[in-house]
């Protein structure tokens, strides 16, 4: 790493230069190919350089790149109409990232408050081991004292409670309480499922007292667990909901669902974005959804998602010294290890692998939803190589 770098130093990168990428693979500019299952963080649906995405973004960009909000964008009626036809949402508001997509999200709910004789109503429960962004809103929503720390006072408002506690939910509200945020599935967390149970309870409790339910599933959307969202597995809708990386497939883009009784005190002015929704993140936008919306799509995803699991399974099995279990659903995998995370990505990038750390001591593998049955089993064979040289370091050592 360059310590004259002329970036912040908020990263801690890989030592690989991309340069392109072809569906599963990322090629570097030293002419290595990777198998990429880190997906981009969750993002890349449709893996690299999908062809329709490809050919949606050049048409755009002949046509028009930029107006703002002020004058109707086609493409945005268009996706809007798409994603309130497949899910449970009335109105949607684009934003350009998952960070603004919660901000809408946490806005609307106390706004529906507000608009409804509950000014007093502003506080949101959220739960232990959740990421929701790194705005300071958001990093006091998700109330990791890692991401919090140094930047002054955390943003009033939040409650945090343990994950899936209902108890703890019903103990922690308030005359103040507007709603619950919760990732259906907790991504950075650890890939940590929340009970249909616990989601229902929820629901419940939002109806008994009129408060908003709200989903972060900026993570679980567009596919990535098999459903076109998370919440369509559990059949316990939001009020709420917050997209994000996946409806881009690699654009910077994110959107804000609400049902209409919810956005209703979202009226002219109360809200804004300069590029949100602008006409090339709609292009690609609409592109991904011409292909997660096919019909069969999902159907395949959850087929390959089996393949993999069980291929995981075996693997954890065989290396129990390695792997302690496997978490998530659809495309949205983690192996709960029990060697150090870190120690086996670097394992698997030994094995030309890419893959990404989770909370809870977690590995994430977030193929794209295209992935081809062969390149599944490709990467299966190299994380069995990567766990069998990390078990076999480990039999040396305790020798
Ligand atoms: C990535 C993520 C966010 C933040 O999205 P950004 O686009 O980085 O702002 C929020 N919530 C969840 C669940 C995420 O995984």
């Not at 684009?94 to 809408?104: I, K, Q, R, V, Y």
């Not at 809870?360 to 069995?384: K, Q, T």
Request: charged share 20%; proline share 4%; net charge negative.
């Amino acid at each position: 790493m360059d310590s004259h770098s002329p970036l912040f130093a908020t990263y801690s990168r890989a030592d690989i230069r991309v340069e392109r990428g072809e569906g599963v693979w990322l090629l570097t500019e030293d002419g290595k190919r990777y198998l990429d299952f880190s997906g981009g963080i969750a993002v890349n649906v449709l893996g690299h350089a999908h062809p329709h995405l490809v050919d949606a973004l050049k048409a755009q960009a002949e046509k028009l790149w930029h107006t703002s909000n002020l004058y109707e964008i086609p493409g945005q009626e268009r996706l809007a109409r798409r994603l309130v036809a497949a899910t449970f949402a009335d109105r949607a508001f684009f934003t350009n990232s998952g960070a603004e997509a919660l901000e809408c999200a946490v806005k609307t709910a106390r706004r529906y408050q507000y608009t409804n004789g509950h000014p007093e109503r502003y506080r949101i429960i959220t739960f232990e081991g959740a990421f929701h962004g790194r705005t300071l809103a958001t990093i006091a929503a998700g109330g990791q004292q890692k991401y919090l720390e140094g930047f002054g006072p955390k943003v009033e408002g939040f409650d945090q409670v343990p994950f899936a506690d209902i108890e703890a939910v019903k103990a922690a509200m308030t005359d103040e309480t507007a709603g619950f945020l919760i990732e259906p599935i907790q991504g950075e967390g650890g890939i940590r499922s929340a009970p249909v149970e616990f989601l229902r309870q929820l629901r419940k409790l939002a109806d008994e007292s009129d408060l908003l339910l709200i989903y972060d599933e900026v993570q679980t959307g567009v596919g990535r667990t098999g459903h076109f969202y998370a919440y369509q597995g559990s059949g316990v809708a939001p009020d709420i909901l917050a997209s994000a990386k996946g409806i881009g497939g690699g654009f910077p883009m994110g959107v804000c669902l609400a049902t209409e009784a919810a956005s209703a005190g979202m009226v002219a002015g109360t809200h804004g974005t300069t590029y949100g929704g602008n006409p090339l993140a709609m292009a690609v936008g609409n592109a991904v959804l011409d292909v997660v919306l096919q019909e069969g799509f999902l159907d395949n995803v959850q087929e390959m998602a089996l393949l993999f699991k069980q291929g995981l399974a075996s693997i954890a099995d065989r290396f129990p010294d390695v792997v302690e279990g496997i978490r998530g659903e659809g495309m949205l995998v983690g192996l709960k290890m029990r060697v150090p995370n870190t120690s086996f990505i670097a394992a698997l990038r030994a094995q030309m692998m890419l893959a990404v750390p989770a909370g809870d001591n977690v590995v994430r593998m977030l193929p794209p939803l295209v992935v081809a049955p062969e390149e599944l089993r490709e990467g299966l064979r190299r994380i069995e190589a990567a766990a069998e040289s990390i078990s076999t370091a480990l039999g040396e050592n305790a020798a």
